[in-house]
T-cell receptor
């Protein structure tokens, strides 16, 4: 079945450690996104990539890094520089369209807890 | 200021009853508006898309409306079921801009 797979589902990390969240899609979508979701807040864009080997910062990129070496994969690293990393992280992909009407397909999310 | 405001923030309804969720936006120039359903601990799933020329669109028991003049959309849930318990997120796209504006969601709880 086509879709987006995020792993791990749950992750615990000690302060000062980097952690990488995996996101893989087999929908052949060009664009991929990482969002952060906190209770009572809307989704906030961390990074996005519209093509392989290229990515742009979103609204809250500080303390995060990404790579896009393959079309199918867009891993997110939460670094020790991120001051408040405990959150629910959502990866999404979308087929580019002229009027930005494409549907975002989301993964099941990764819940990161910093101890 | 958030470009997408949703109300009510949360509501509890009895199984079998109807409810209406509201989304007001300031995004301009408007391209389209989507309603997503997000079950607890899961990723959001698209329910419907509304473009500028569309006033109403249904997807099963879900009916979305759009008034592009007043920049308002609503999502009506008919004959609610326990599985409708979720957060409903309004997402607005601007023309000529790849960015999306997200509302904070309407949290719906359906009780038997």
């Amino acid at each position: 079945d086509g879709g987006i797979t995020q792993s791990p589902k749950y992750l615990f990390r000690k302060e000062g450690q980097n952690v990488t969240l995996s996101c893989e899609q087999n929908l052949n979508h060009d664009a991929m996104y990482w969002y952060r979701q906190d209770p009572g807040q809307g989704l906030r864009l961390i990074y996005y990539s519209q093509i392989v080997n290229d990515f742009q910062k979103g609204d809250i990129a500080e303390g995060y890094s990404v790579s896009r070496e393959k079309k199918e994969s867009f891993p997110l690293t939460v670094t020790s520089a991120q001051k408040n990393p405990t959150a629910f992280y959502l990866c999404a992909s979308k087929q580019a369209s002229g009027e930005n009407t494409g549907e975002l397909f989301f993964g099941e999310g990764s819940r990161l807890t910093v101890l | 200021k958030n470009q997408v405001e949703q109300s009510p923030q949360s509501l509890i309804i009895l199984e079998g009853k109807n409810c209406t969720l509201q989304c007001n936006y300031t995004v301009s120039p408007f391209s389209n508006l989507r309603w997503y359903k997000q079950d607890t601990g899961r990723g959001p799933v698209s329910l419907t898309i509304m473009t500028f020329s569309e006033n109403t669109k249904s997807n099963g028991r879900y009916t979305a409306t759009l008034d592009a003049d007043t920049k308002q959309s609503s999502l009506h849930i008919t004959a609610s079921q326990l599985s409708d318990s979720a957060s409903y997120i309004c997402v607005v796209s601007a023309r000529g801009n790849n960015r999306l504006a997200f509302g904070k969601g309407n949290q719906v709880v359906v009780i038997p």
